[in-house]
Structures are given as C-alpha cells and as structure tokens.
C-alpha cells in the first residue's frame, strides 16, 4: 500500500497531532506521537487502560501491534507508566519524579531529576535495588532529618551497568568482586558454576547476569581478567572500563583505515591551493607525535599576514563512516600519563592527517590579514596542499628567539626571518588581548616524570615560555575566524561557549572581596575585562593566591553548545573549536561546515539526527568523561608514588576547604590529601563557605583557602586513592585567634552549615601533565576536590561541570592539547 494511500485512511483526529508531519517524516504509516499521546492522557485525566487508549486514539486494527510497541518505549523511557491494573497513567499525576540515580561512597544516594527541583535523597535501603547510573521512577515521601526530599523507588526504568570493573575479594569462602566505581556500593557476587581463573586481589570485569533487588546483591560472571593491582599500566586499564571509555576501534573502522591511502594521491589535488612552497612550521612539545596545525608569517605592509594550516581530517572521516561513528563516541583522544587513547586510529592521527615535516599533507587554511594593532582586517578559508618544512619544539623556538642558542640558531636555519615575523605579530596580538580584557589566571602546571616499571619517580614543575604563547595566540586568531565565517552564512555549528559568574556567585565574590577591602566592576554584568583588571590589580598582594583562586572559581564551565552566547572568559563575541580535528571531534564538525558553507550547502550531521544541541551536549560530556578517568590515574599514580614515604613532613597550601576538612597540596612533591576536620584541634569547626574557611567555635581558630601550612603524611589508601596528612603547624598569619567577629562567622556558619555530603564541590588542584599546547580559559572553572563524597545537584547534575583550575586559555586543558606519548 502507498504512503499516500495510508495517509488518507487516517482520521481527523489523527491529523490533529502536533506532530503529525514529524511522524509522516519517519514513518510510512505514522503513529500517534509520543507528545499527543500524553496530551490525551493528560485531557483524559484518569489511568486509562491500552484498549481505551486506541479508541480514543483512533488506532486501526492493524496498528495495534505497533502501537502497543509505542506505548512500551514511552514506559522504559519513563514518559508514562502503568499502575497495578495495567493501566498508563502520567508520572507527574501520580506525583512521580523521573530521573537519574547518583550513588555516594556510604551507600545512599540522590536521584537527580530530569526536570527542574532538587535532588530527591535515597537511603541505604532504597540503594539496595539500584546502581549508580540507574534511571529510576520515584514517588517523594515527605522530607528527610535535614529537610531534604526523600523518595521511594517506585521503577527501575533502565539500568546502567552492565559491566563493572572491580578486584576479587574471597571472604569466608564466598567470592566477590568490589566496584572500582565507589559510587557502586554493592559487592557483586560472583555466579555459581565453573570457578574463574581470577584469584583474590587480581582486577577483573564482570558482567551482570542478575540487577540488584531490595532483598538480593548482584550477580555477575567474570569476563576479563585485568591483572594484578599493582601491575604497570594497571590503572589505566582500571580507568577505561571504569569511564565506558571506547579504546578498541571495530572492526569496520579498522578496514576502512586498511582501505586509505598511505599518503596524498594526486587525485587529492582536486579543487585545492597550492601552498608546499610556503615555508609553513608545525611547534608542538617535545613528545608530541601528531600534529594538527603548521603556521608561517610575513609581514604585509604595516601588518601581518598569518597563515594557520590545520589537518584536513573531514577529507578522510567522511559523514556516516565507520571512522566517523567512532570518532564521534570518543568525542575527543584521552592523554594519560605514558599512554593515549586516541579519536582516530594512528595511521590516521600519527600518519596521514598529522602534518608531519617533508612530506605532502592536506589541509583546511585560515589565512589572515592583520594589522599593526592586533586587529583581523580580512580572512579567507580555503582547502590546500601544504609541505611543512620542519617539526620544531616550543623549546627550541624559545632558545632561537629569545635567548640566541647556536644550537637551536643552527636547527631553525634559514626559518628564523619566518619565526621573528611570528614573534613580532604575536606581541602585537597580546597587546590586543589586553585590550580586548580577556582573562589570564595563571596556576601551577607539573609534569609526572616516570621510571622504568611505568611509575611516578618525581613530579616536577612546568615551565610556559613565550613559544607556547605565540602558537596560542595564532590559533585564538583562526578560531575566532572559524566562528565569524560561520555566523556569517548563517550555518549552524558548534559554538565553545563560556558564560559568565552566575548572579549567586557573583555576590558572594563580591561579598568576599569587599572584606579586603577590593570591588569587582562592571555592576550585575561584568564582563571579562573587570576580572582582569582587578587580576592586574592584586598581582603584588601576598594573598594573591586565595584571590585568584576565589574569582577563578566565580566562573562557570565552557560547553559546546550550538547557541552562540560568546566566550566570557577570552573575551569574544563568538569562539568555537577549529584547530584540533585529529583529536576533538567539535572541530572536525567544523571542517565540516565550512567547507559546506564554501560550496553554499549546508551540512548535516550524520549523529542525533542532526540536532546540534544533542551533539554537543554529547561532546562536553566526553570532555568531562576524559577528564574524570585521568584525574583517576592521576590520583592512583601520585598513591603509590607517596606510600613509601609516610612519616615525612611536607610544606603546601589549602587548595579546597570542605565541611570535612582541608585539601592540602605540598609545595615541592605536587600533590594533594586531606586533612580530615578531627585533625584541626579540641574544637567544633564549622565551614563558613561566604570566606571558604573552616572556624573553631570556641576559639575562632580559621583555616582558610591558600593558607601556608605543614602537614604530615599519616595514611595511603591505594584502593580507594586517598591521601590523608595530619597538620603539623597551622597557618602563618598575624594573629591565629581573630576574637569574637569570627566566632561569630563560626556560630553563623554551624546554624547553615550542611553536612561534608551535601555540599557541592569547589575545590581545585594542581594538574600534573605534559607541557603540550596550552589550550586554554574555557576549562578552568568549577573546580572540585579530589573527594567523592558529594552528591546534590550542584555537585552531580552534570559531571560536566567539573574541572580542575588550569591556565586560562583557548582550546581546552593545557595538558591534553599535545602532550603525545
């Protein structure tokens, strides 16, 4: 039968549904939608059983298996649900509240809501049934002890885990397997039958055979077997199953490398300029192994002419491939310590799209016109062929430039004309910058050193010259050009985004600063030149730390988003992400754009059925996602690095204070622990989060973020990845009893205080890494300790929306950028 034919036999009722075209879109002979059927449940206003539905729906006899079908999907997705009858009903009706279970290390747990309110509390009990991750229908029962909603699990929906990572506990006969997830707080056992090769504290992955009940544990069967816990390499293993982090490219990606060139054809001239005569450079770190951008610079009249030629992946990822499905649930290459997980098989990512020296590579090039000023009079995008001349380090650039080395003169040759153009521009671009008011906080970055066996022998401090500056500033330049082109022919992309402090924030920054005695301009809506000023302002205060530490953590988390809200912290009206394709798929959806836009054709994304928003709400997840499992082996490799040495007394600073205590990182080692709250003194602190302090009650004693302190290391937890540090000497101020306004801010404090678990995080730290490209301001901001023991909707909502105080700069965290091992 037609589709023309099917339509017709529909009735008025039918053709109603506000998304009838939608649904004769998709479909030959379209259903009710999703959305009008909760709208005839709504006006019906009583359960209604599936029969009564298709009656009131109009539904034909031959629909009925398909619509029954409908119904089912709208019940695992929570949009309706049936009562003991079997009847469907509305959740909201029945006053239930859908959403998403988020586990705690103490085993009760918040369900976080899909729409917006409060996060709903779930006691131990209520955990029994559930995994974190768990999409559960649940009914509020009243308010917990701390007046907190309470629910009452009414539905799984959908669960999350079907797989675990954990190690093999053998007690009392009975063999287990403990989540590395600590949000996971059952023990799995393990099913009965052949017994595993896994022995007690080997790392192995599970998989479920049985969910969790109120009245039974989880049952699994051994997959994989890791290896020991202390075997190199281990964490990291740990860490990708623990993330769902992909690191194993399918079988049809992997053919569809097998089928690419090993370098440019001819026939890949088509349609593209010729630039292998131009003198272009790739500078990257020491260790980097795939270069995404190559840069060269003349000067034109009183100006500049920058040329950035950026790898031109969309020509090998074609829309819909095998590779570009991957490429898209990576979302972007993960760079541990020693390893790399990256969005693109290495054929591609080290091979044909990196733009390796003295060979043929294609490229997508922002060429620019820039004037004395710093200002970008013109700019023009084009496809091109392109022949890198040299593969140079920040370092050896620094040495060539600025300090004259012969032997870095000798490997720059004949391109030093060439490089002092850059340098030249780049001055004249940060210049600009100030002007413009774009932020620049600056923070401690380390870089793990490592021995033979793949563990940490010594962490040491990162140092930034002016070499990773000047490519910063030059990819700053043809980003902004990406998202000007765009917005200018109206094609939709996606934007980096990064709005400013919100109205709560901001008034407790301001709160903050007017106690010593400092104002934030610009009113209800500073823009960023108010935080730079103000930056510029405190440089030579000695609690410049604390000062800088509280604005940073003002502001909120860049995102891609395909609304263009503007870029707060570097000042821009428009920003997104253009010169890192090889190992950020934003960028690559970019390429995509513009070369569409080039053509007048518009592009459409091949994922989410081509719903930007969808797309990049799934990016920033994976930028989140990646972050997260390195913080893990970060936080795993700095344990065993610190385990032998308990005893020894260190030196450092408050990086975060919690209600249960102070995050200290050591001045010389770089890295952190906790001083648990016991461990401060006979007294009851409180937490005063308005002066990110904790304050004795009785004496007014106050440990305060940024204080100078001396801990000692007492304790090492390797499975959990702990570090705790008895203090030793407070904090050195002029006075450690401030007398009755801060036993007053004590007493203020223990009357709001909530408990160490409800609070969000805002802690930070230092990162360790490699000195890859710095990329910059839009992941600095929402930062939290390295503690799991926060829940609410402002700690969980959105893992998103955490990440650890960086250098503010462009295109994401310093140490990802190009840290290639």
Request: proline fraction near 6%.
């Amino acid at each position: 039968m037609s589709k023309t034919k099917n339509i017709k036999k529909l009735s008025k009722l039918r053709r109603s549904d506000p998304f009838f075209e939608r649904e004769r879109q998709k479909y030959d002979f379209p259903l009710p939608s999703r959305e009008f059927i909760v709208q005839i449940l709504g006006e019906r206003g009583v359960p209604t059983s599936c029969s009564d539905l298709t009656v009131a729906l109009d539904i034909l006899e031959a629909e009925i298996p398909f619509f029954e079908r409908r119904l089912f999907a709208m019940e695992r997705d929570g949009q309706v649900m049936r009562n003991r009858r079997g009847d469907y009903l509305l959740p909201a009706k029945a006053d239930l509240v859908r959403g998403t279970v988020q586990g705690h290390p103490d085993g009760y747990g918040f369900v976080s809501a899909d729409e917006e309110g409060p996060d709903i509390f779930l006691g131990p009990n209520e955990m029994r049934e559930v995994l974190h991750g768990d999409r559960v229908m649940v009914r509020i029962a009243g308010l917990d002890r701390r007046g907190r909603p309470e629910g009452k699990i009414v539905e799984v929906l959908e669960r999350a885990n079907t797989r675990v990572v954990g190690r093999v506990l053998v007690e009392n006969g009975v063999t287990l397997v403990v989540p590395e997830n600590r949000r996971i707080c059952q023990e799995i056992l393990l099913a009965p039958g052949p017994k595993s090769k896994a022995s007690a504290g080997q790392v192995v992955v599970v998989e479920l055979v049985q969910q969790p009940t109120r009245y039974a544990q989880p049952i699994g069967n051994v997959v994989e077997v890791l290896g020991n816990y202390a075997d190199p390499g281990m964490e990291i293993e740990i860490a990708l199953r623990k993330h769902e982090l992909p690191f194993e490219f399918s079988k049809a990606a992997r053919e569809q490398t097998r089928r690419l060139p090993d370098k440019v054809r001819k026939m890949d001239w088509k349609g593209r300029e010729d630039l292998t005569a131009l003198p272009l450079v790739t500078i990257d770190g020491e260790t980097a192994r795939d270069f995404d951008d190559a840069v060269y610079c003349e000067r034109q009249g009183r100006g500049f002419r920058l040329v950035v030629a950026i790898a031109d992946v969309s020509h090998y990822v074609t829309v819909g491939s095998a590779l570009d499905g991957e490429a898209y649930d990576r979302g972007n290459s993960v760079y541990f310590p020693r390893r790399v997980i990256p969005m693109l098989p290495e054929k591609l990512s080290n091979g044909l799209c990196s733009l390796n020296p003295q060979v043929e590579r294609l490229c997508m090039v922002c060429d620019m016109a820039i004037s004395q000023t710093g200002v970008i009079k013109q700019y023009r995008f084009y496809p091109a062929v392109m022949f890198s001349k040299a593969r140079l380090t920040y370092n050896q650039v620094a040495a060539a430039l600025y300090d004259s080395e012969p032997a870095a003169l000798e490997i720059v040759g004949g391109l030093l004309p060439h490089l002092q153009n850059l340098d030249k521009l780049f001055r004249v671009l940060l210049k600009a910058r100030a002007k413009r008011g774009a932020i620049d906080f600056e923070t401690q970055e380390t870089r793990m050193v490592f021995d033979d066996q793949g563990k940490i022998e010594k962490i040491v401090p990162e140092s930034r010259n002016d070499a990773h500056r000047l490519i910063e500033e030059c990819m700053l330049a043809a980003n902004v050009c990406a998202s000007e082109f765009l917005q200018g022919q109206e094609h939709p992309a996606l934007y980096r985004v990064h709005e400013g402090p919100t109205p709560e924030k901001l008034a407790k920054l301001r709160d903050f600063l007017g106690e010593f005695g400092l104002q934030l301009g610009g009113g209800e809506e500073p823009r960023a030149g108010d935080y730079a000023r103000l930056l510029d302002a405190i440089k030579a205060r000695p609690d410049l730390q604390l000062l800088q530490t509280v604005m940073l953590r003002s502001l909120r988390q860049a995102v891609y988003s395909p609304d263009n809200v503007g870029h707060f912290g570097l000042a821009y009206e428009a920003y997104t992400h253009f010169t890192s394709p090889i190992r950020r798929y934003p960028d690559l959806l970019v390429h995509r754009a513009i070369k569409a836009a080039l053509l007048g054709q518009c592009y459409v994304p091949a994922q989410e059925g081509g719903d930007w928003e969808a797309i990049g709400m799934h990016c920033s997840m994976t930028e989140r996602r990646a972050d997260e499992a390195d913080r893990d082996v970060e936080n795993w490799l700095k344990c065993y690095y610190m385990q032998d040495r308990i005893g020894e007394e260190f030196d450092g600073s408050v990086s975060a204070v919690v209600p249960f205590g102070l995050f200290v990182a050591l001045h010389d080692v770089f890295v952190e622990g906790l001083v648990h709250i016991s461990d401060l003194g006979s007294d009851y602190f409180h937490f005063d989060d308005a002066h990110h302090a904790l304050v004795g009650e009785r004496t007014g004693q106050r440990y305060r973020l940024s204080d100078q302190v001396r801990v000692q290391l007492v304790r090492v937890n390797m499975e959990a990845s702990k570090i705790d540090f008895r203090l030793v000497r407070g904090p050195e101020r002029e006075t450690e009893r401030v007398g009755k306004t801060a036993r007053a801010h004590a007493r203020d404090a223990a009357d709001q205080s909530p408990s160490a678990t409800d609070l969000p995080a805002t802690g930070g730290r230092h990162r360790a890494g490699g000195a890859g490209r710095p990329d910059v301001v839009d992941q600095a901001v929402e930062s939290s300790p390295p503690s799991e023991a926060l829940t609410p909707k402002a700690a969980v909502k959105a893992k998103a929306k955490t990440a650890k105080p960086q250098k503010i700069t462009a295109d994401g965290p310093r140490k990802k950028a190009k840290s290639r091992v």
